[in-house]
C-alpha cells in the first residue's frame, strides 16, 4: 500500500515487481497510470481511488487477473474499450467520475453480477457520474438491463 502519500509517479524500478498481487495506490496525485503498473500482470487488485486521473490507456487489457479494480473519486469522462477484456472482474467501481457513456461491450464483463451501492459490495459501482449513455434510468434497472442495453447497441452498430 503505498495510499496517501502525495506520489504522482512511481519510479521505474517497480517494473520488476512483476509477481505483486495487490497495489493500493489511493489517494495520492496520480494523473496517470505509471506505465510500470501494466507489467504487473498477477495483479488482482489495483485501487486507484481518490485520485486526479483522467484517462485509462488501452493497456489496462494487460492486468487480465485483476478481479477487484477500484478507479473511484477520479477525473476519469471515457472508458477505454479494453477495459471489457477484463472479464475476471467482480468488482469494478468506477464512482465519482465524469463518465458520459459506457463502451457497449462492457456486458463481457459477465462475473459483475450488480449494479453495486454500497462501496464493499462486488459488482458495477458507477453512480454518481454524468451519464448520457445509457441513462441512468437504464444503470438503476439493474446488472440485467444495462447488459441487454449495450447489446442490442451494439447489434445496431
Not at 477525473?75 to 472482474?89: A, N
Not at 463502451?103 to 451501492?117: G, Q, S, V
Request: net charge positive; hydrophobic share 40%.
Amino acid at each position: 500500500s503505498l495510499s496517501h502519500n502525495f506520489l504522482s509517479e512511481l519510479p521505474a524500478t517497480y517494473n520488476d515487481l512483476f509477481k505483486l498481487r495487490k497495489l493500493n495506490l489511493s489517494n495520492n496525485w496520480i494523473v496517470n497510470i505509471p506505465a510500470c503498473v501494466f507489467q504487473m500482470r498477477t495483479l488482482d487488485f489495483l485501487h486507484l481511488g481518490g485520485n486526479k486521473i483522467e484517462n485509462i490507456t488501452e493497456s489496462i487489457k494487460c492486468l487480465e487477473s485483476l478481479t477487484i479494480l477500484i478507479i473511484d473519486n477520479n477525473k476519469i469522462s471515457v472508458l477505454p474499450r479494453s477495459i471489457c477484456l477484463l472479464t475476471s472482474l467482480e468488482l469494478l467501481n468506477l464512482d465519482y467520475n465524469k463518465i458520459q457513456t459506457l463502451p457497449n461491450d462492457l456486458f463481457l464483463l459477465r462475473r459483475l453480477r450488480r449494479i453495486a451501492w454500497n462501496p464493499v459490495d462486488k459488482g458495477l459501482h458507477i453512480r454518481n457520474n454524468p451519464l448520457v449513455r445509457p441513462l441512468s434510468e437504464v444503470v438503476e434497472g439493474g446488472i440485467d438491463m444495462l447488459f441487454s442495453y449495450l447489446k442490442d447497441i451494439k447489434k445496431i452498430n
